[in-house]
């Protein structure tokens, strides 16, 4: 299946499903927690999923978009630096812990994967490749400029 969307990616689809476990978990953090472990957490598990989604918004530029997955892979680990504290603290039981981390372990390989692949998710059909428009010079007048940009209005 070809992704149309970065939400048919299986990794932003796992790094979601994460997020809001994380989110429903950490509500039962200690109020003492707020202000660091339950708001690190759930910052950066939105956050790594919301990096896959900039990442596919930015593919048109393959450094931006291996830029972007590899922010997301460190934002994945992160959180599985915080999930270590949560369990440490004995917010999650050993279960959770461990179901959560494999979790973010598969997503670290899904991010890796797609980084080490970056070619073959930063091509583009011609109906989306914004490469195959014509480049209006430089030195044109401003009419010119004008009557070569109508062409692509109807």
Not at 53 to 79: I, M, P, Q, S
Not at 103 to 115: A, E, T
Request: with cysteine; proline share 3%.
């Amino acid at each position: 299946m070809i992704a149309r969307s970065f939400r048919d990616l299986k990794v932003y689809q796992a790094a979601r499903d994460a997020a809001g476990t994380i989110f429903f978990l950490s509500c039962g953090f200690p109020v003492e927690e707020r202000y660091s472990l339950t708001d690190q957490i759930r910052r950066s598990s939105r956050a790594a999923k919301a990096m896959i989604a900039e990442a596919w918004g930015r593919r048109r530029y393959k450094a931006v978009f291996v830029n972007k997955l590899g922010e997301a892979l460190g934002e994945a680990t992160e959180t599985q630096s915080w999930l270590d504290d949560a369990r440490d603290s004995g917010y999650l039981l050993p279960e959770r812990f461990d179901a959560l981390d494999s979790q973010y372990d598969s997503i670290g390989q899904m991010l890796s994967r797609m980084i080490d692949r970056a070619n073959d998710f930063c091509k583009h059909s011609p109906a989306t490749d914004y490469r195959a428009i014509p480049r209006v010079e430089e030195k044109a007048s401003t009419s010119e400029q004008l009557s070569n940009v109508e062409e692509f209005f109807a």
